[in-house]
């Protein structure tokens, strides 16, 4: 089982420029959330799906969106890239059942000039 | 909204020590979960805490849910250099299981 996998590993960008963070599941997971994570902050809430087809906002959404055609994929689009969206991201996938134990990829690091 | 506060926030110790690291909120959560992040990779649980006063152990790992659900310990006993990393405590945000509040992160440094 390959359970979460999110490409790139690493991406620098322009500011102004987008790009897309994918993410795929293959554990056929009904939850899926994206979290950025920077030094001293944890784990931050951007975007989540209950479901293909269905997104809510997390914290932190301005500037990323998302969508969910598909159970097992959950793009993350930036828009248009600041520098305050250095960081590195997260893709997360649950059952969404009882405790809601997340699944997490390996992460993104993207860097924004 | 719910916010859960993780102390310390770093730990520099010797091999074979012990630690200790909570988390807490000013929110009842019905569940706790304790997750370890490796350097370059994504957190992974650890254990998992489903009712209050609940004390569960995972070999060298032990972590209870406190008994007003506002709190919650992880204990790690005679660590090695692998326990290297960052420690995070979590639950799912109210009855929204599609989300999870994260602490702010234990950062553990073990010295040989």
């Known amino acids: 089982n390959a359970g979460v996998t999110q490409t790139p590993k690493f991406q620098v960008l322009k500011t102004g420029q987008s790009m897309t963070l994918q993410c795929a599941q293959d554990?056929?997971?009904?939850?899926m959330s994206w979290y950025r994570q920077d030094p001293g902050m944890g784990l931050r809430l951007i975007h989540y799906?209950?479901?293909?087809?269905?997104?809510d906002q997390g914290e932190v959404p301005n500037g990323y969106n998302v969508s969910r055609s598909t159970t097992e994929d959950f793009p993350l689009r930036l828009l248009s890239a600041a520098p305050s969206q250095t960081s590195v991201y997260f893709c997360a996938s649950s059952t969404g059942s009882g405790a809601n134990v997340l699944t997490f990829g390996a992460g993104s690091r993207l860097t924004v000039l | 909204g719910q916010q859960l506060n993780q102390s310390p926030q770093s730990m520099f110790i010797q091999e074979g020590e012990d630690v200790s690291m909570n988390c807490t909120s000013s929110?009842?959560?019905?569940?706790w979960l304790w997750y370890k992040q490796d350097p370059g990779e994504g957190p992974v649980l650890l254990i998992a805490l489903y009712k209050a006063g609940e004390l569960t152990s995972n070999g060298r790992l032990t972590a209870q849910f406190g008994i007003t659900r506002k709190d919650s310990f992880l204990n790690i006993s005679a660590s090695i250099p692998s326990d290297v990393g960052i420690y995070f405590c979590a639950g799912p945000r109210g009855t929204n299981a599609g989300k999870s509040t994260f602490g702010d992160g234990t950062t553990l440094t073990v010295k040989p």
């Open positions: 929110s009842i959560f019905n569940t």
């Open positions: 554990m056929n997971h009904e939850y």
């Open positions: 799906s209950v479901g293909a087809g269905i997104t």
